[in-house]
């Protein structure tokens, strides 16, 4: 049920964009959690669909990306994404605080698409009631106004118009005291900031639906996963419903600020340059050191730049903190670091990938299509292995170009308790990060493909990167030194010649420096281990092209360059730096000859 609309404002126009973007954008207008992700494989094959709103179980409900919706009703300012799945006893809370979003009435407010995962807990049945409750309410709104009051305004518009003049509610660095007494964060009171489930009473639909502004809505879908995780498959189907052109997400365990979204799409309007406004986070509930200081490091990525060059380190922003611009997104769907990328109807898919191990082989639970890579034209599509959604998605985003801001403020209140997925799923390990990260620095398009790679670092951690770094060039593309083709299909279809050619040329493109941070690195150094990488790879016949698809020489073939290719001597190395702590990275920069921590040849990837 979409709750009726009362706003006949105008729809905004539209806003300039990137020249990579073709959509025209409106110029006014955690990693994943447990509440959707599950252990096991539920599913071999994708299951059928079961899309179904709130208030009519069962029946599909059609509704095609951005626009009107074949209906005279304006669009909302923004459409944001919730997957669900076990949200209680938190969810009323979170449902509670978009309702509230404030700001947004003047342009068609915002629209709240909830979609189930098979909740057992009461979830769904708590969604579909807040519904109907908002329907029920817009009737007697409506009522009312045909009672004769039209043309008076009420009393909840006229503050909330208040409001917006005076810029009371603006989130501009808002200070804890004052709003929600002793112990509030943002306006919320220290009791709905609970992480124990057992000492948490959560809000009455009454009182989530009273605090409602005008204009927002809430829809509820329902859908089967396919695997173990319906997070990003959730996403992808909130996305086919969204109708607006600034699209958000929202995590249901967490909380907003009353006017985060307005302040999202304020920023947006004031960079026309960025594709996405990002911003700072709130933690809540269980407190713990190193999550406190990863999230400072997070905050601390303001530029786009900081936030590009940081994503080997870690994601620079919570996915679930970012208002996103529809063509932005479609660009996301298209980039997926395969070689040739996306064509046909692959070109249009939807931009969340949701990557788990499903029979043995890696699958895409997010796409209701062909989750298995099945289709003879995919095959060359599946990554080389699996990893969160929201480092997947960051990866994607910047290996297509675009720009990511973020505003100086805390707009985002991510809860924190020791069940979360960040803490312990199996693909959110250092080793599953790890191979996203080699994953995407040898992707087509990636900063690493097309060059040799020098990693600086010490022992195991060292070793871990070398290794994948080499199992990655020979197993998945070959990273362009085999063109797409596998090492274990050249294998099958020629011998173990090809494969032992490809780990020579794998451990002549990748090799590792024992290096502390701190110790002095000069010219003299940087030379021999330039000269070391240079001699092993003319010795594996290795031939980097102009356009970064190096291809490796035959036995016979002997360097096997042409007109298009670069001699290996000439392409200076890639140097990476698998250091992480603040500290080590200060040593580093300070000591290591001609570090360039803001260029294209230095990447800290800790």
Known sequence: ????????????????????????????????????????????????????????????????????????????????????????????????????????????????????????????????????????????????????????????????????????????????????????????????????????????????????????TLTVLTMDAFGPSGQGKALNLSFTHARGELIGEMEADDLRPPRAFATLRAALAANPAWDCATSEVRLIGWPRPGMERWIEWQNAQHTSRAMEKGRFLEIPALRGTGLYRRAALAAVAAADGAVGGRTGADAAALPYRDLWVVNGQVADCADAADPLYARPERAAMRPSGWWPVDADFWQRWFLAGLIAGKVRSPLYLWRQYPAQSTRVHARCSLAQLRACKVHFLLAAGGVARGRPVQVWGTGETLKAWIEDLQRTMVCWDGAGLQGAVPAAALARASGAGDVRQALLVAAAAAVGNEYKPGAPVGKKRLQEEDKKSREAMEAAGVCFSVTAVPAYASDKGGTGCDGDCISAAHRPPLRLFPFGMEKARRKVAATFRDFDEDGDDHWFVG
Not at 127 to 141: I, K, P, S, Y
Not at 161 to 175: H, L, P
Request: with cysteine; charged share 25%.
């Open 1 to 216: 049920v979409i709750a009726i609309r009362r706003t006949s404002s105008p729809i905004p126009p539209p806003m300039r964009t990137h020249a990579r973007d073709s959509a025209a954008q409106s110029e006014h207008c955690k990693r994943s959690k447990p509440s959707h992700e599950g252990d096991d494989d539920k599913h071999s094959q994708p299951p059928a669909e079961n899309v179904a709103a709130a208030g009519s179980p069962g029946r599909a409900s059609e509704k095609p990306p951005g626009g009107n919706n074949g209906t005279d009703t304006p669009p909302p300012a923004i459409s944001v994404l919730m997957p669900c799945r076990n949200a209680m006893p938190w969810l009323p809370d979170c449902v509670a605080s978009m309702l509230a979003q404030a700001g947004l009435q003047h342009c068609g407010g915002l629209e709240l698409i909830a979609v189930d995962d098979a909740s057992t807990d009461g979830s769904l049945e708590w969604l579909r009631e807040c519904a109907a409750a908002l329907a029920a309410a817009d009737v007697e709104e409506e009522t009312k106004a045909g009672g004769g009051t039209t043309g008076e305004q009420s009393d909840e518009a006229r503050v909330e118009e208040e409001e917006d003049n005076e810029g009371r509610c603006s989130m501009s660095k808002q200070s804890d005291e004052g709003r929600g007494g002793e112990g509030a964060v943002c306006g919320f009171s220290a009791d709905r900031l609970e992480w124990e489930a057992s000492r948490f009473t959560p809000l009455s639909v009454v009182k989530a639906v009273a605090g409602r502004r005008r204009g927002n």
